[in-house]
């Protein structure tokens, strides 16, 4: 109870990924770990990676199909992890027909 009452408490203010708290959780959890005996795989034991917290839209942001062209943030929303290109090609049927309805 002790670690959860630790780890879930409002000192770590929600552990968000890169803020001082989730700093915090990681340290203990590595602290407590090496107090059993564990040791890490590599290092310092931590995994240091990029992490895409914001999402803005870019201004030539855009999708058509057909006529019909789609506004951004409203009919479809761009993700973080996409890349800048863009690609033209028929459709082709292949199961299931729906109406997007507006």
């Known amino acids: 109870?002790?670690?959860i009452s630790y780890?879930?408490?409002d000192s770590l203010k929600?552990?968000?990924a890169g803020t001082p708290g989730d700093s915090l959780a990681a340290?203990?959890?590595r602290d407590e770990l090496a107090s059993f005996g564990f040791d890490?795989?590599?290092g310092d034991g931590f995994q240091r990676f990029k992490v895409i917290s914001?999402?803005?839209q870019g201004p030539d942001n855009a999708l058509s199909a057909g006529d019909r062209s789609f506004?951004?943030?409203?009919?479809?929303m761009p993700l973080a992890i996409t890349s800048n290109s863009g690609?033209?090609?028929?459709a082709l049927f292949a199961g299931i027909w729906f109406q997007y309805q507006h």
């Open 7 to 9: 780890l879930s408490s």
């Open 14 to 16: 929600g552990r968000l």
């Open 71 to 76: 506004t951004p943030g409203k009919d479809f």
């Open 27 to 29: 340290e203990y959890i």
């Open 54 to 56: 914001t999402l803005s």
């Open 40 to 42: 890490p795989l590599a």
């Open 87 to 90: 690609l033209v090609a028929e």
């Open 1 to 3: 109870m002790d670690h």
